[in-house]
């Protein structure tokens, strides 16, 4: 039996039913779509959503509420102003009102909603989903090294306005913050597979950046 493209119209019903709605909501899922391909996005595109959906499928098994970690991730970045500094915040908006629609209850959406905020990575998550959230959508820091410069190039293709010389002090500074933690990512499973080609990428791209 073929695997279902995570982001088809079926992988999206199959979500919603598996957290107890009758049935996902069509005019939203193509909403989500229209909005991951906005033009001033470069990163945080279809292209993005998919890889998390594909790695979340490989790690399912690590999950509590594992249909609440794939709301989370459809949604994650739902909103994407590269001027603005509450993106997760309307994302998670978003979601919660998603949620109250299909008759959820309020500790779906609550749950939903901390781990949308959870991809702020301002902090280093504790509840078990919201760990496999982040570090699902930190994969891409140990992807292969012609993945990671084009993540890289995307990144900057969002920040176009921003000069070039705030760009790279800004860009090196996210960058070292993410190297400096005992560990990149928080599950096992994360670290064993990605931890030492994130470390490298994130070295390689910060000599890059230059000092």
Sequence with gaps: MPITD???????????????AATG????????LTRYAEPQRHYHTLQHLRECLE??????????????????LWFHDAVYDVRAADNEQRS?????EAVRAAGLTTEVAERISALIMATRHDVVPHDTDA???VDVDLAILGADDARFD????QVREEYAWVPRFI????????LQGFLDRAHIYSTAHFRNELESAARANLTRSITALGG
Excluded: I, N, P
């Design 6 to 20: 995570c982001l088809s119209l079926d992988a999206w019903k199959d979500t919603w039913t598996g957290l107890g």
């Design 131 to 133: 760990q496999l959230l």
């Design 55 to 72: 790695r979340l499928r490989d790690a399912s098994h690590m999950a509590v509420r594992l249909h609440e970690v794939e709301v989370a």
């Design 92 to 96: 998670a908006h978003l979601a919660v």
């Design 25 to 32: 909501d069509e005019a939203l899922h193509a909403s989500l």
């Design 150 to 153: 084009e993540y890289e190039r």
């Design 167 to 174: 760009f790279r002090r800004k860009r090196r500074g996210v």
